[in-house]
């Protein structure tokens, strides 16, 4: 393939390309993210698609579906949160895109893994793009981890890094932070575009890949949660794990967005302390700790966060809105599911919001993605409106249909367990599904649960509690 030598324009959120400046991208709907670079900037140009062209291709042998299988081999972090999260361990070879807002402890994080590999004999090195090495030492120093056996250099160029790694034992685990400061020289465009970041991350992969090193590549995330240029790396890499939280709360949740080689549904959980951080083995009582009970608008959701159980509280805040159209905010939770919500309760459980704001916040910095969350999300909704609190010692879950059906979720043994297991009393979920084979419906449930099979049943049994008081 003949090598684009004239300018190209690409955009710098997705990576798309195209001939012409333009204000907008077309492929992601961007505004002023195009940017003209000069050199190969087309998907496939660059240092892979640069192979002398044969007459006659090499015969490779095809096999069969059955056949010999093997465990990917792991390297453990010894960190379980982060275990969790990447399904046992960092796999031999495999790269992983670690993104995450600008100082919510990316950098911390991977210093804590490396320095537990280190310590355990592991090669491993940590090569910084954006800080000094002194600036490094400085951090593991406050995190105590001052006399790690790590490997540590301030270094942008992808191919003296590459070769210094190569001399010797391969690492275990390397390092890249960040990868929107690296640059390659096969490539021309200007460090930090999006030609260089996927030029740069090309080159590392084709080194994780040849030498066994698990590569870990630190990526920024735009505002609107976008890993900014890396984006265009997701799809090269094995596996995109997303480190979230909020900077004003000191919860941070390790996520895995895409993996080749576990779940993607589990998270780790971490705290931020002055000594770093800390893994939250037991995060609904950290999700819990300080809830405001008597106040009307929150209710507590028992959600499933891969296999494990997390209870979190959901508070909601409806108020009589003095502007034309009413405000619709959410924090932790999608705006469209909110709406969604909202547009059941009115049809069908005789609620009247439209003139009223509606706020709704997931607490202690989580995002939720569950549909299971609904029940809990309406019921905090209900209460607000109502001024009627809930019940302290009930949870919530199941998933609202849009006739205002509650139905059935995933997994309900383990969080009314895990309910039990911190003291509620009761919960408020859909019927439970009837899986006669099994027998299921005989099951001890671990506690007393009201099953609710449409919205009005929730509201009415809001509704029963404002009699009851006054
Ligand atoms: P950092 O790991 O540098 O973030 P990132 O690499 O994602 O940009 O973390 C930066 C923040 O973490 C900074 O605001 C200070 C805070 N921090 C602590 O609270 N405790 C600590 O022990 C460390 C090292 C950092
Ligand atoms: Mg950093």
Redesign the pocket.
Known sequence: MAKQRHPSFVCQECGAVYNRWKGKCEACGGWNSIVEETGSASPMAGPVATRPSRAKGRIFPLEGLSGETKEAPRTPSGIAELDRVTGGGFVHGSVILLG??????????LMQATAALAKRGERVAYISGEEAVAQVRL?AE??GLGQAPVELASETNVEDIIATLSQGRPPALAII?SIQTMWTETVESAPGTVTQVRGSAQALIRFAKTTGTAVIL?GHVTKDGQIAGPRVVEHMVDAVVS?EGD?GHHFRILRAVKNRFGPTDEIGVFE?????LREVPNPSELFLAGRDMATPGTAVFAGMEGTRPLLVEIQALVAPTSLGTPRRAVVGWDQSRLSMVLAVLEAHGGLKLGMHDVYLNVAGGLRITEPAADLAAAAALISSLSGNALPPDTVYFGEMGLSGAIRPVAQEQARLKEAAKLGFASAISPQPRLDKAKGSKNERLPLATSAIGHITDLVANIAVRRRKAS
Do not use: A, E, N
């Not at 995450?100 to 994080?109: A, E, F, V």
């Not at 931020?272 to 770093?276: I, R």
């Open positions: 995450g807002d600008p100082g919510i402890g990316k950098s911390t994080l951090r406050r995190l932070d630190v480190f900077t931020m302390s002055d000594q770093g």
